[in-house]
Each structure stands twice: as C-alpha cells, then as structure tokens.
Nanobody, 127 residues
C-alpha cells in the first residue's frame, strides 16, 4: 500500500526558512519519481519541484528556482523540500506526491504523471 506522510509545515515569516519532509512507504523512491506540489485557495494544484526516476535529476518551478531545494534519502525512503527566502505567495497546502496512479487527481509535471498523494501540510508565510 502506497503511503506518503508529510511533516514540517507551519507558519514562517517572510524571508524565513522551512523544511518539509515526506516519508514514503509501499514503494521505493529510487524506482519512481517523487515531488512536491502545492495548492493555494482558489488555485489549481501545481508542481513545485520533482525528482525524475530515470536519473535522479531535479526540476523546479520558475517561481521557486534558487530558493527551494528538493532532495531524497533513498535509505530512509524520504524526500525533503528545503524552503529558503520564503514569500507570501508561497502560502499553500504542500503535498508530497509519487509517480504512481492511485487517485483520480493526476498532475502532469516534467518528471512524469503524479497520482499518489500525501494528506498535505499547510505552509503560511506571514508578512
């Protein structure tokens, strides 16, 4: 059974840092793409960053490039998102997702089609 459990969200001031974690089970991170997505109120779910299964390369949305860093620990089967220099527009629910189709919600990204989701963690950037 595929499971993704996020942690690390919360309230941060503008310019601050936050680190999100996602513990995966039921599959191996080195065989499937993994990524972080976010959804703000009234907006569609969008890709923030992802890691390709083929070669471990990463992709970042233009809005977070240079500020966020995605990484994975294969031994711990965990993926991280380091968020630096945060902005109010980063406020959203952040979801960890895997390149496995287990949901009717499927989002296509440069790393593949993502259809397995965690429960989400709220990130609020206050000014």
């Amino acid at each position: 059974q595929v499971q993704l459990v996020e942690s690390g969200g919360g309230l941060v001031q503008v310019g601050g840092s936050l680190r999100l974690s996602c513990a995966a089970s039921g599959f191996s991170l080195d065989h499937y793409g993994i990524g972080w997505f976010r959804q703000a109120p009234g907006k569609e779910r969008e890709e923030v960053s992802c890691i390709r299964s083929s070669d471990g390369s990463t992709h970042y949305a233009d809005s977070v490039k240079g500020r966020f860093t995605i990484s994975r620990d294969i031994a711990r089967n965990t993926v991280y998102l380091q968020m630096n220099s945060t902005k109010p527009e980063d406020t959203a629910v952040y979801y960890c997702a895997a390149e496995l189709i287990r949901s009717i919600v499927v989002v296509t990204s440069p790393c593949g089609d993502f259809g397995s989701w965690g429960q989400g963690t709220q990130v609020t950037v206050s000014s």
